[in-house]
């Protein structure tokens, strides 16, 4: 009998407690995914990092962020990911890529610049790309950015258009310029085709949650003077983004010089072309007031250590420029001069090269290369708005770090450990835009059997191509 009273006194409280769990859950707002756990570093204004934090996200935005506690017990949602003992960050930014390029990785190394570009890659195109290249290169790449936790790209490209398609399915941010050059490319023959092509491609994909469609010519030395004037009459008309390469090598600087009577920084500032929708790549040689022109002009500019060390095109001068409050990113460049699309290597990378370069260890200190990557690089493409860091009214674009692979124990201080220690395959987990597309390591938008298949094939057509023939 007394069992029989237990037993029934047990079943009204469980009843009990279930109303009342329910009734609170009625109270809690909706939202669609919730993060909990975990130390949140969330790279705003104050830099502050929050001990067993909490994060929800609505529509593709983050509308609360603070203790775990006081999520929970505002916020419901059928979508929870688990993030305890782990360190949330926001998602990183590749500031500079040409993604369909990784299908040229290890193709050719050990050339500079001019060698490597005018005997090796410009044939390897002419010879291989299409829509097809492009879309294989593009998944092979986003796979690799999305395993180590980049969460928005800026590329240039040919058939970029194929790129945002792939892209946008992916789940994956990207500022995509198609390529405009002063001769014939695989998808546009004539400057007018290309810029027809760009006209439909930012109509079709303005106003995209995930992609920011731009502009991108590929260089002041491959571009005319009135086709540059032509590109920014068109982003001011559209509003779109313009993407290009400024200043990388010393040949350019000199054959500018020799040409323009001018810097290639001084020249497009003196044909009217820079202004705060530029993104410039690499900016290894800004000469006298240049970096004055690029702060005032407001241009976005994306630093890329590995692959300017790789070309040995010199060392751009990022404390100079940080120092006078340009915008300033991180990019890989395409995987051809890299051989990878790996920010964490470019953050490790930029804090040693400047140390080395200066003499002076403390010239870039850990937690700004952790803002190169994140907050900065976010400003350097011109959406520090929307992304590069954790902020309510922020896209949910973060990432779920492992803290417990050997490399990274013990563990002093966040910042050294994400950019000393921390390597892209400690990236768990991978939210975008509110959508989970990497959790505990699987890949939930990209088929990545399909994807090693389908390059493998593009491998054995390319060295083909490049094949001479034998020789009696
Ligand atoms: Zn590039």
Known sequence: ???????????????????????????????????????????????????????????????????????????????????????????????HTHIPMVLFRGLADDLDLQEWLTNYIFPAEAKNVNEEFVRVGTRLGLAEMIRGGTTTYCDMYYFEDAIAEETSKAGVRGVLGETLIDFPVADNKTNAEGMAYVEKFVSRWKGNDLIVPAIAPHAPYTVSEDHLKAVRAFSDRTGCPIVTHISETKRELDDSVKAKGASPVAYLDRIGFLNERVIAAHMVWPQGSDINILKTRHVGVVHNPQSNMKLASGVAPVPKMMDAGVALGLGTDGAASNNDLNIWEEMDTVAKLHKVFTGDPKVISAQQAFELATIRGAAALHLEKEIGSLETGKRADLLIIERDSLNQIPLYNIYSDLVYATKAADVESVVINGRVVMQNRRLLTLDEASIKRDARVFREKIAKSLAKPATQ
Do not use: C, H, W
């Open 1 to 95: 009998m007394q069992n029989r009273l237990l037993a029934f006194s047990i079943l009204i409280t469980m009843v009990t407690s279930t109303t009342l769990q329910g009734a609170a859950q009625n109270r809690l707002e909706r939202v669609d995914l919730l993060v909990l756990g975990g130390t949140i570093v969330t790279m705003d204004a104050t830099r502050r990092i929050i001990d067993d934090g909490g994060i929800a996200i609505k529509a593709g935005r983050i509308v609360a962020i603070g203790a775990r506690n006081e999520i929970e017990r505002t916020y419901a949602a059928r979508n929870r990911v688990n993030a305890a003992g782990k360190l949330v960050t926001p998602g990183l930014i590749n500031g």
